[in-house]
């Protein structure tokens, strides 16, 4: 009896295991304004009027805890006014993390992010930001 009780529990800490881990290897997601991409060739990270973007993205890696690539940055300089301004390219790198539940799109997304560029864009050598949950 004494055996079949052990072997129950570690049975238990093993399928225990098996689920925790199982949500751990689930895939992780960006939010694209409204829905969400693994490994995107392009992000909006301003939804609101496009004044920041990334395009020709391509991910060195991509993981369920972070993922890291490259791009061309396009931003908006709003000089004299958004609607008037001009977009500025640099090149660059970026890297996803803080993973976190969306509910409503029933995904892991990645949170942050953060961007070097090679050269200042508008001054800034790197940009960071957080992204919601897609609606």
């Not at 997304?109 to 960071?128: M, W």
């Amino acid at each position: 009896m004494r055996k079949l009780a052990g072997a129950i529990v570690v049975g238990a800490v093993l399928v225990g295991s098996a689920v925790t881990s199982g949500a751990a290897m689930q895939p992780t997601y960006v939010t694209k304004c409204n829905h969400t991409a693994i490994k995107p060739k392009a992000i909006v990270f301003a939804c609101a009027d496009g004044g920041y973007y990334a395009t020709r993205l391509h991910w060195g890696f991509w993981g369920t805890v972070h993922a890291r690539g490259r791009g061309l940055f396009h931003e908006n300089d709003c000089t004299p006014d958004c609607a008037d301004g001009h977009f500025h390219t640099r090149r660059g790198h970026i890297r996803l993390s803080g993973r976190k539940w969306c509910s409503n799109v029933k995904r892991w997304v990645f949170r942050a992010y953060l961007v070097h560029y090679r050269r200042p864009l508008l001054g800034r050598s790197e940009d960071s930001g957080t992204f919601p949950c897609p609606f």
